[in-house]
């Protein structure tokens, strides 16, 4: 996971901290704020040089971590949210539009789930229930599902039709990946 590699404290190695370290929350789904506490006397500057203990004018030592906006599930698309999630996107977004009752739509669906988690701060998946959003599948002339469109800067890069295997939509994202 992306905040992982940001930070890691093992409070069996480094016992003597003291204070309280503070991870921003990430505003995305399955994660959460989190922090990590300690109930030593001190925080030294052995343990790491930029890190101190709070002085008188400081609120606490704070340890900042910025990472992308990591999602690492398929999101649902309507007209509502389509603007925001797709055609505003600073990442390569991927597009699957799908049906319930589409039997290839539940083939390819943990294909997508596993790319979503895979390429998580690269590329956002996004689902469009044709069904309840007919007017996104007619502006974008999907005609048969599953139906992946590949978007980068709003702009549509690609349309993978059917239930393609892992390796073709993962070839096709890496083109506009960087």
């Known amino acids: 996971m992306a905040l992982e590699a940001c930070f890691q404290v093992s409070t069996m ?18 994660i959460a704020a989190f922090s990590f506490s300690a109930s030593a006397s ?5 343990f790491h040089p930029r890190l101190r203990a709070p002085s008188k004018n400081t609120r606490a030592a704070r340890v900042v971590c910025e990472a992308k906006n990591v999602v690492a599930e398929v ?16 990442l390569v977004v991927l597009v699957d539009f799908w049906a319930p009752w589409c039997g290839p739509c539940r083939m390819i669906e943990p294909v997508i789930e596993q790319i979503a988690k895979d390429y998580a701060g690269q590329v956002i998946c996004v689902k469009v229930n044709t069904d309840d959003s007919p007017n996104l599948a007619n502006q974008f002339g999907i005609r048969s599902i599953p139906t992946v469109l590949i978007f980068k800067d709003g702009d549509k890069k690609e349309t993978i039709v059917g239930a393609v295997p892992a390796s073709t939509l993962t070839n096709s994202l890496t083109k506009y990946l960087g």
Do not use: F
């Open 13 to 30: 190695a480094h016992s003597t901290i003291a204070g309280k370290l503070s991870l921003p929350a990430c505003k995305t789904p399955k």
């Open 75 to 90: 999101l649902e698309a309507n007209t509502n949210n389509w603007d925001s999630l797709v055609l505003k996107s600073k």
């Open 42 to 46: 001190r925080l030294s500057a052995d």
